[in-house]
């Protein structure tokens, strides 16, 4: 699965949001420091098609996909230099796929902020560039490393240590790798570094229920994502917190007296799988109906291959039906009927919604 590390400032709303988003409900107190651990949930992802396709199949089973929630320890200053819980904060985001980074844009004089205001700009270089130093702390760690293997002509070492060298000042300045321009080979080259500033990110700006309009500090984040080509998720996480303790039909009434269609959460999980470039297929049976993620471009062999290995090992061809077609033509038998039911091969890339089912050796 992929996962998603929430990471910020001390008393930004990250464990409020972890909260709503597992409904685990860990502590959350207004006190720095009060998620030491890093805790992880596994949360489904909101998908309104997989309600429509059991709708039709009425199977005994079904299972959505999902995404890995990481509530990571509260980032402080000096972090890179192992102050705080730095060093293992930084350990622990460096195992996540994506980083959700949580932004307080919201106004509360209960609520203490680490440095006495809630200032999104500052807040938001203070992450940055703990981050930046600890990407160059792993990379002056493997210049070192790298000099004397690149002595002996290693070939992989030399374009490693050549790439390393070059973001290097980069680095230095306290800026991102992202903006670096890396083009794909070179990012493969560097890989296995794990670089923090290399990860897809999404700013979380945690608002107040009436803060989704005319507020300078959501602007702030905004301009500041903007300049990144980064998305921005507007939320207000103590809501969302909120929202989360609901029934289900209790839960409904109150998004509609909100005039919300939908639980902000559900932006927040869709802009994570968005963010890594992920998108779903479904199998439809009987017993089952199921919602898999799959990476935009992946072929139907790869598709299989996120069901079991030896699917795609054994790959011979993929019966498909495009989502709407299902739908609009009442199941299978009724795509097959219009001729909107289709063998492919192993060459076939796998389109967002595809309804599924593998034809495999064993
Ligand atoms: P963390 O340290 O980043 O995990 O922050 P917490 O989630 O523990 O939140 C710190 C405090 O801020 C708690 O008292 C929350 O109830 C409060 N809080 C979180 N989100 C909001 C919000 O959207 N509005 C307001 N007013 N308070 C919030």
New binding site residues.
């Given amino acids: 699965g992929f996962n998603c590390g929430i990471v910020?400032l001390?008393?930004?709303?990250?464990?409020?949001l972890f909260n709503a988003l597992t409904r685990s409900g860990i502590d959350?107190?207004?006190f720095?420091f009060?998620?030491i651990e890093p805790n992880t949930g596994i949360v489904p992802m909101p998908d309104p098609r997989l309600d429509k396709l059991a709708e039709l199949v009425k199977p005994e089973k079904v299972v959505p996909n999902t995404m890995e929630f990481v509530d990571i320890a509260?980032l402080v200053e000096g972090a890179s230099k192992g102050e705080g819980l730095g060093n293992q904060f930084l350990a622990n985001i460096r195992e996540t796929d994506a980083i959700a980074h949580?932004v307080r844009c919201?106004d509360?004089d209960n609520?203490i902020h680490v440095a006495n205001q809630v200032d999104p700009t500052a807040d938001i270089e203070t992450i940055n560039l703990e981050l930046a130093l600890a990407d160059l702390d792993a990379v002056e760690r493997g210049i070192q490393r790298l000099v004397r293997i690149v002595k002996g002509g290693d070939k992989d070492a030399i374009a490693t240590k050549a790439i390393l060298d070059k973001i290097q000042p980069h680095l230095a300045e306290g800026q991102p790798l992202r903006s670096f321009g890396l083009d794909a080979d070179e990012q493969r080259q560097i890989r296995s570094y794990g670089f923090l500033t290399l990860k897809p990110t999404m700013y979380i700006a945690?608002?107040?229920e009436d803060g989704f309009e005319n507020n300078p500090h959501l602007d702030t984040v905004r301009a500041i994502a903007a300049a990144e080509n980064a998305v921005v998720v507007p939320v207000?996480?103590?809501l969302e917190a909120e929202i989360a303790e609901l029934e289900d039909e209790e839960r409904a009434m109150f998004l509609e007296e909100m005039g919300m269609t939908e639980p902000g959460l559900d932006r927040v999980i869709r802009a994570g799988f968005g963010l890594l470039g992920l998108q779903t297929y479904f199998t439809a049976g009987v017993k089952e109906v199921r919602a898999w993620t799959v990476r935009i471009g992946a072929t139907a062999p790869q598709a299989a291959g996120v069901i079991h290995t030896d699917f795609e090992k054994g790959f011979i061809r993929a019966e498909v039906v495009g989502y709407e077609d299902f739908v609009a033509l009442g199941g299978e038998n009724g795509a097959k009927e219009a001729g909107k039911w289709r063998l492919e091969g192993k060459t076939y890339v796998v389109q967002d919604g595809d309804v599924m089912h593998f034809r495999f050796n064993v």
Avoid at 10 to 16: D, H, Y
Wanted: aromatic share 4%; net charge neutral; charged share 15%.
């Fill in positions: 910020g001390p008393n930004v709303g990250k464990s409020t959350a107190e207004n720095p009060c998620t509260g949580v919201f509360d609520v945690n608002v107040n207000c996480n103590k």
